[in-house]
């Protein structure tokens, strides 16, 4: 999945939070604050960012960013998912954006792994749909890591060029099946 968390504006949050929410005008903030945060980490640090083909879809499909409980949170709606591939895509000139080919040995619930030479994540979604977030600051733990990710075989990753064809394409594909089922 990719990592969107820190493309989300203020104004999709007040949008989309559960309106009953204890809290919620701080939750806003909080949430936009991290989304500050994370967007500062990524592009100050040439953060490398890795995900897949089936992440894009099922962020299209769902409209839901892993990295939040979907109980908080209605789905975004089609004119903003687009905008937030889109925008994600364009972090390429500040991020190196990796997807990974698919393969059968892909994990089954959501994964966000973004790591750069000085700290790291993993996101991971259990079978029960529970989220584990685990952040890597140990410098041998952080190295060996990023070292692991970075020495993927090219043959696992697409190009650059082959990215921006495969996400235009599942773009095309997603605006097309909704135009025919009238969703726009």
Known sequence: MPCLSGLLTAEMLERHLVKEMPGREQMIRAVAQYAKVMQTQVLDKKTTMFFSEDGIKSFLDTGRVDEYPKECYS?????????????FLALRDRANLRMIRETKERAEHALNISVNANEGYLLFQTRTERLIYLSIREPSILMAF????ESMKPEELCT?????????????????????????
């Open 75 to 87: 789905p975004l709606d089609f004119d903003e998912r687009i905008a937030l591939i889109r925008r």
């Open 146 to 149: 990023y070292d692991y990710l």
């Open 160 to 184: 650059e060029e082959e990215m921006l064809g495969r996400v235009e394409a599942i773009l095309h594909e997603f605006v097309a099946c909704h135009s025919r089922e009238g969703s726009i």
